[in-house]
Nanobody
């Protein structure tokens, strides 16, 4: 499975961006999917994830109420809608496919990773 993340860019605080993660084949439809981010000088952290059927989502406390994850099975794509962005949301965002059917906040539970897309939020 190859994952291609896209949709990053420069946005002002309070703005919105929608990230997409396209999988190379439909195998990913059986797996949980997660989004992680890495800010400059910091470790990569969990942002949120979605189960194989889209029925279960989970988010980091820092993004709850602002970010929404969804998945489109027809296109094997997972989206991360980010609203009310803050400067502290700046970083490289990565999508990843979990080993199991559900997402996890632990990076070790993911098998495949996308290349990352840069999000910059200006104040």
């Amino acid at each position: 499975v190859q994952l291609q993340a896209s949709g990053g860019g420069l946005v002002q605080a309070g703005g919105s961006l929608r990230l997409s993660c396209a999988a190379s084949r439909r195998t990913s439809s059986n797996n949980g999917m997660g989004w992680f981010r890495q800010a400059p000088g910091k470790e990569r952290e969990f942002v949120g994830g979605i189960s194989w059927n889209g029925g279960v989502t989970q988010y980091a406390d820092s993004v709850k109420g602002r970010f929404t994850i969804s998945r489109a099975y027809a296109s094997s794509t997972v989206h991360l809608q980010m609203n009310n962005l803050k400067p502290e949301d700046t970083g490289v965002y990565y999508c990843a496919a979990a080993r199991g059917s559900f997402a996890s906040p632990h990076q070790g539970d993911y098998t495949y990773w996308g290349q990352g897309t840069l999000v910059t939020v200006s104040s």
